[in-house]
């Protein structure tokens, strides 16, 4: 069963910031939060991971609350091509995890 | 990132014959990829975990006889759907794990869209 819940679906305007939030209220200590995004039509696409820190790299920011019970993943400047299916996860970063998705939630920026 | 392929992208069958899905990692080995599916407006559905030389890893409901797994080199896995009915019409997504390290890298590959007519 997938660990974490989201908003079934969210509008943004083109150009500006996406904030998507995921619950993950039974994460446990060793348990990586990890993004990824599908595009209609294409497979899923890794988008960032984290731990407990904040992270940013090339694609967007993930913030991860003290408690780690929830997080936000930011596209910072969303644009038409952002437009996808965000899934957030909570996963082992050992070998022995696989990658269960819940519903996700369905981006749409809009021009 | 790493890459995967699968190929073919598209394919369209009678009902009643058996269809192969290859995945292949291309600058990586992968000893664990993993094959979904998704019906429309639906979540990916984890199918079976594949393990180079061993036999896969089913997920409860999913039929072992119909959904050939086989895993034989440390680049490729393939799924054949034996005895394809309309039902199994779907889009099969494969994933190959990376181990980088120490830690857990899944790649996916960009699907394979299956229609049974």
């Known amino acids: 069963d997938a660990k974490t819940t989201q908003p079934t679906s969210m509008d943004c305007a083109e150009g500006r910031a996406a904030n998507l939030p995921c619950n993950h209220s039974t994460i446990s200590g060793n348990e990586y939060v990890y993004w990824y995004r599908q595009i209609h039509s294409q497979g899923p696409q890794y988008i960032i991971h984290?731990?407990?820190n904040n992270e940013t790299n090339e694609m967007a920011s993930l913030i991860i609350t003290e408690d780690r019970k929830s997080s936000t993943l930011i596209l910072p400047h969303a644009t038409l091509r952002d437009t996808a299916v965000y899934y957030c996860?909570?996963?082992?970063?050992?070998?022995?995890?696989?990658?269960?998705f819940g519903p996700g939630t369905s981006l749409s920026v809009i021009p | 990132g790493a890459v995967v392929s699968q190929h073919p992208s598209r394919v369209i069958c009678k009902s009643g014959t058996s269809v192969k899905i290859e995945c292949r990692s291309l600058d990586f080995q992968a000893t664990t990829m993993f094959w979904y599916r998704q019906f429309p407006k639906q979540s990916l559905m984890l199918m079976a975990t594949s393990n180079e030389g061993s036999k896969a890893t089913y997920e409860q409901g999913v039929e072992k006889d119909k959904f050939l797994i086989n895993h034989a080199s440390l680049t490729l896995s393939t799924l054949t759907v034996t005895s394809a009915h309309p039902e199994d019409s779907s889009f099969y997504i494969c994933s190959a794990r990376r181990l980088a390290l120490g830690y857990n890298e899944q790649f996916f590959g960009p699907g394979t869209r299956l229609t049974v007519l």
């Open positions: 984290g731990l407990k």
């Open positions: 996860i909570v996963l082992l970063k050992t070998s022995y995890d696989k990658v269960i």
